[in-house]
């Protein structure tokens, strides 16, 4: 029976360019590889890093200094917590999330929501004249709710 290293070494090719280890096997919706163990389900970054670094210590993450959600190189991996995440991530530019009508849920546009904001007419008036409830025109008004610009 093999071992889970010998398992492990069967589910990635090695990027000659990057000198990631792209894993080939399983894979989550994030793109994130996955492996089990028994009825363990298991990250592949994770059993990477333990497999070749050691254990990983209670509330610490495995990261990916390469930015690439399937590759399992230990190297290209390091520890770090959520917060560790959420800098690497906005230092790399990773966390743009689009703004105004550029949204995928946006109900009015960029111009729509300037017209919104400027207007004197009444909340009640605005809703029905853009088809949203008052409620919404008031989180316009209030900046709640951005468009690009803001």
Not at 51 to 61: D, M, S, T
Not at 102 to 122: F, P
Request: aromatic share 8%; with cysteine; net charge positive.
């Amino acid at each position: 029976m093999p071992t889970l290293l010998q398992r492990f070494q069967t589910k990635y090719v090695v990027d000659p360019i990057s000198g990631c280890w792209l894993w080939t096997a399983c894979r989550d919706k994030q793109g994130y590889g996955r492996t089990s163990r028994g009825y363990n389900r298991l990250y592949a970054h994770r059993v990477s890093w333990a497999l070749f670094r050691g254990l990983i210590p209670e509330g610490l993450n495995v990261l990916h200094d390469c930015d690439v959600c399937k590759c399992v190189n230990p190297d290209h991996l390091f520890l770090g917590t959520q917060q560790d995440n959420m800098i690497d991530r906005d230092q790399k530019g990773r966390n743009r999330q689009p703004k105004g009508e550029n949204h995928s849920r946006a109900k009015v546009s960029d111009t729509q929501v300037a017209e919104i904001r400027s207007s004197s007419l009444s909340r009640k008036a605005l809703a029905g004249l853009y088809n949203l409830s008052p409620g919404h025109i008031y989180q316009i008004r209030k900046g709640v709710v951005r468009c690009a610009s803001d």
